[in-house]
T-cell receptor, first 112, second 113 residues
Framework: RKEVEQDPGPFNVPEGATVAFNCTYSNSASQSFFWYRQDCRKEPKLLMS???SGNEDGRFTAQLNRASQYISLLIRDSKLSDSATYLCVVGGYTSGTYKYIFGTGTRLKVLA | DAGVTQSPTHLIKTRGQQVTLRCSPKSGHDTVSWYQQALGQGPQFIFQ???????QRGNFPDRFSGHQFPNYSSELNVNALLLGDSALYLC????????????FGPGTRLTVL
């Protein structure tokens, strides 16, 4: 089982739609959680950190479920500019090393 | 406020050669992490430097080594290049805490022929 798993997509949605991505992680001792956005052939850019209480930033809402070991990202009122790959990132200790583990990413295409 | 910078942007090498990639962290950051991102994959953690020492390391062979300078900039060295080393190499900077948010540079795209 991969340490961080995401559905690779692509998710093709019309403008204005609501779309949700899930990400599961295997290390129950994980301590930090993030969503990054990556455009084609560019570097990942931080979208938002994810907290146990959940957090919202405009059209974006992130949730963390520690009991089930997954995090989610909800995008409301999708825009064409939201088309990108969304990377789930989980930080924690593995074999004594603290590191960030990235999922393979979920591709989103917002269609006009 | 300067973000994370990396050089060069692109590099072409042949098998067996050695390469050095460079990174300057975001202003105010003292920690640099390096990642390898193969096509269609998420970034894979190589190692992290803090206070001029390697603090954490991922599952990469000793052919991958690094250095951090007193000004917090960093280098990634890869020896005896293999075709499979072709990837986007990303540098991320953060503050000293292990759980601090990382900010990425634009990356260096390495092609090994």
């Amino acid at each position: 089982r991969k340490e961080v798993e995401q559905d690779p997509g692509p998710f093709n949605v019309p403008e204005g739609a609501t779309v949700a991505f899930n990400c599961t992680y295997s290390n129950s001792a994980s301590q930090s959680f993030f969503w990054y956005r990556q455009d084609c052939r560019k570097e990942p850019k931080l979208l938002m950190s994810v907290y146990s209480s959940g957090n919202e930033d405009g059209r974006f809402t992130a949730q963390l479920n520690r009991a089930s070991q997954y995090i989610s990202l909800l995008i409301r009122d999708s825009k064409l500019s939201d088309s990108a790959t969304y990377l789930c990132v989980v930080g924690g200790y593995t074999s004594g090393t603290y590191k960030y583990i990235f999922g393979t990413g979920t591709r989103l295409k917002v269609l006009a | 406020d300067a973000g994370v910078t990396q050089s060069p942007t692109h590099l072409i090498k042949t098998r067996g050669q050695q390469v050095t990639l460079r990174c300057s962290p975001k202003s105010g950051h003292d920690t640099v992490s390096w990642y390898q991102q193969a096509l269609g994959q998420g970034p894979q953690f190589i190692f992290q430097y803090y206070e001029e020492e390697e603090r954490q390391r991922g599952n990469f062979p000793d052919r991958f080594s690094g250095h951090q300078f007193p000004n917090y900039s960093s280098e990634l060295n890869v020896n005896a290049l293999l075709l499979g080393d072709s990837a986007l190499y990303l540098c991320a900077s953060s503050l000293s805490g292990l759980t601090d948010t990382q900010y990425f540079g634009p990356g260096t795209r390495l092609t090994v022929l």
